[in-house]
């Protein structure tokens, strides 16, 4: 049995793709995990089970498209890996405001490729920094995520895999959730 987190991406935004966190709670139970609990209304839930966890993410993509009608890709993350993310990230040194650091979570590692590409541009992002580590994509926004290029569709596009981005602190509150002590 491991513990791990689930994503999902563009669930909640707006009027489109609606999910009740006490519907995906239910969903995910019914898929023999244990332990489930969600984190705010945007599609982070935390479960124990087990399974790799790329056999996780479709099974529960399958199970939301055929109960709920609903095409929504899943990024799921283990204990482990969560550890690796919030042990280390990049920017921690910095003296910044943890509002101007987030992590898009990618579905696959990016080829080296898209990575060079996307590193070859750093330069046109004013403030904004990243440090592209395996399947995650860590972020320093100082003037707000909310407007730096680095979006979640950006970075989509040019790393050519699935992503969702999550703001530190529901990450380091979804660590948390899954058993692992913050700093």
């Not at 993410?57 to 055929?66: Q, T, V």
């Amino acid at each position: 049995m491991g513990t791990f987190v689930g994503l999902l991406r563009s669930i909640n935004v707006g009027g489109r793709n609606r999910v009740p966190m006490t519907d995906l709670r239910a969903l995910v139970s019914s898929l023999g995990f244990d332990d489930v609990a969600t984190y705010l209304q945007s599609g982070n839930v935390v479960f124990t089970g087990s399974g790799s966890t790329t056999a996780v993410a479709g099974a529960i993509e399958e199970r939301i498209a055929s109960e709920l009608g609903l095409e929504v890709p899943v990024i799921v993350r283990s204990k482990r890996q969560l550890e690796a993310i919030v042990g280390s990230p990049p920017f921690a040194d910095l003296d910044v405001d943890p509002k101007t650091r987030h992590v898009t979570f990618l579905a696959a590692r990016p080829q080296p490729p898209a990575v060079e590409g996307l590193e070859a541009l750093a330069d046109r992002f004013g403030a904004d920094q990243f440090v592209v580590r395996g399947s995650e994509v860590f972020l320093h926004c100082p003037g707000g995520y909310g407007v730096t290029k680095l979006s979640n569709t950006y970075l989509e596009r040019r790393l050519g895999v699935t992503a969702t981005t999550r703001n530190w602190r529901s990450v380091t509150a979804l660590a948390e959730m899954a058993g692992i002590a913050v700093d």
